[in-house]
């Protein structure tokens, strides 16, 4: 399989036209299906653009030995901008108070009340 295949292979993939492809990227379609059909080859930005676009690696576009991401695998690595706030202010807070979000959010309680009690109770002994 050749660069042109994987980039087709990797749009269809993600569900996207190459008028898609060209209003998120500012390449145009003509020359993408230059692309696509292993006609001309993208420069390494233009490479790097789509590659980011389709969420793969440049060296997956340009061998195919390492896999591209999986939707699944994808979805499983994104992060929401709220989580990424929450994590942004997580980082920021002291140790003693990251260890109460901590104990919080573990899974050996059902009780994060009680949990968040007797750590807070122990701390003022």
Not at 54 to 62: A, P
Request: hydrophobic share 25%.
């Amino acid at each position: 399989m050749k660069l042109g295949d994987r980039l087709r292979q990797i749009r269809e993939h993600s569900k996207l036209s190459q008028i898609q492809v060209k209003e998120r990227t500012g390449i145009n379609n003509k020359t993408l299906s230059n692309y696509e059909n292993n006609i001309s080859s993208p420069d390494p930005y233009t490479l790097k653009v789509l590659a980011d676009l389709y969420k793969v690696s440049t060296d997956w576009l340009i061998s195919g030995e390492q896999q591209p991401l999986t939707k699944s695998t994808y979805n499983s690595l994104y992060i929401s901008d709220e989580d990424l706030q929450f994590l942004i202010k997580l980082n920021k807070l002291s140790p003693n108070k990251r260890r109460a979000i901590e104990i919080l959010i573990s899974d050996n309680d059902n009780c994060p009340q009680q949990k968040y009690d007797s750590y807070y109770s122990n701390k003022s002994e």
